[in-house]
């Protein structure tokens, strides 16, 4: 089974962009759908990105423009490119991962879809 572990989260200021990685071993990615999820304070853990093992992405519609996800299988690591940054954007960022399959994005949306989860790299943004 893969094992995944998110870096890269820090304190940065309004408008400012960030990149989050996630490192996966024992198993390829490129056997995985990976995704992003994150939760804000006193909120539920929320959709973010996901990129299908096809190869296809798709964005939260709330964020779609200023978030990007990208994977780079030889490098075994998924990344988040997040730019113009918000308050509203503080929240603890978590990579998931599953072997399952699902033809509808819906699906994708959902934590429910996914085994395997890393343990969150915080995401401060500050005016």
């Known amino acids: 089974q893969v094992q995944v572990e998110e870096s890269g989260g820090r304190l940065v200021l309004t408008g400012d962009s960030l990149r989050l990685s996630c490192a996966a071993s024992?198993?390829?990615?490129?056997?995985?759908?990976m995704a992003w999820f994150r939760q804000a304070p006193g909120k539920e853990r929320e959709f973010v990105a996901v990129?299908?093992?096809?190869?296809?992405?798709y964005i939260s519609d709330s964020l779609r423009g200023r978030f990007t996800i990208t994977r780079d299988n030889a490098q075994n690591t998924v990344y988040l490119q997040m730019n113009s940054l918000k308050s509203d954007d503080t929240a603890i960022f978590y990579c998931?991962?599953?072997?399952?399959?699902?033809?509808?994005?819906?699906?994708?949306?959902?934590?429910?879809?996914?085994?395997?989860w890393g343990q969150g790299t915080q995401v401060t943004v500050s005016s």
């Open positions: 990129s299908r093992k096809g190869g296809d992405t």
């Open positions: 998931a991962a599953s072997e399952r399959y699902y033809s509808r994005i819906i699906d994708w949306t959902r934590m429910r879809a996914y085994d395997y």
């Open positions: 024992g198993r390829s990615i490129s056997d995985y759908t």
